[in-house]
């Protein structure tokens, strides 16, 4: 079983749409769930930072994290062509694990 | 104002050869890695140096050898450059607390070996 596991997509979302990324981990003792967005050609970017069940807002961005369920999702709300980019989960256990990542595709 | 920054950014060069990688950040953290990105895109952790001292070491080749000369740099050295080693490698760095290990990433470094 991977350590994180995302579906890689890719996903379609109509501009203005709800999209929704999802990531499941394996390890119960991990303790802080990210989520970076990574253009093509650039460097994974810090988008959101989690570490309590429950959701957490920051503008269009939701994470939201279920411990028990072992599993942490980002919602992006009003979705933007500027949005198009894969995204990753990443959990940090002894050290930072990274999803194979989720390509999003915003369509005007 | 860069906060993580590497070079070079881009990298070509023949099996066989030895090269090097420089990273530095002015965030102020005492933590640093270096990450491989492959072809499918697969973010892979090879190094982590926290105060100057390995922490982690992930199951890589002896012929990557990082070096940490201050809590700032943080330069990875490869030999003998094989043809898989080609890939986009990536420093980064954070503070070492629980449970914050929000990692901030450079541009990355894309090396091409032929």
């Known amino acids: 079983q991977k350590e994180v596991e995302q579906n890689s997509g890719p996903l379609s979302v109509p501009e203005g749409a709800i999209a929704s990324l999802n990531c499941t981990y394996s390890d119960r003792g991990s303790q802080s769930f990210f989520w970076y967005r990574q253009y093509s050609g650039k460097s994974p970017e810090l988008i959101m930072s989690?570490?309590?069940?429950g959701d957490k807002e920051d503008g269009r961005f939701t994470a939201q994290l279920n411990k028990a369920s072992q599993y942490v999702s980002l919602l992006i709300r009003d979705s933007q062509p500027s949005d198009s980019a894969t995204y990753l989960c990443a959990v940090n256990i002894n050290d930072m694990r990274f999803g194979a990542g989720t390509r999003l595709t915003v369509k005007p | 104002d860069t906060a993580v920054s590497q070079t070079p950014k881009y990298l070509v060069t023949q099996m066989g050869n030895d090269k090097s990688i420089k990273c530095e950040q002015n965030l102020g953290h005492d933590t640093m890695y270096w990450y491989k990105q492959d072809s499918k895109k697969f973010l892979k952790i090879m190094f982590s140096?926290?105060?100057?001292?390995?922490?982690i070491n992930e199951t890589v080749p002896n012929r990557f050898s990082p070096k940490s000369p201050d809590k700032a740099h943080l330069n990875l050295h490869i030999n003998s450059l094989e043809l898989g080693d080609s890939a986009v490698y990536f420093c980064a760095s954070s503070h070492h607390r629980v449970p914050s290990y929000e990692q901030y990433f450079g541009p990355g470094t894309r090396l091409t070996v032929t």
């Open positions: 989690i570490y309590s069940n």
């Open positions: 140096y926290n105060n100057k001292e390995l922490i």
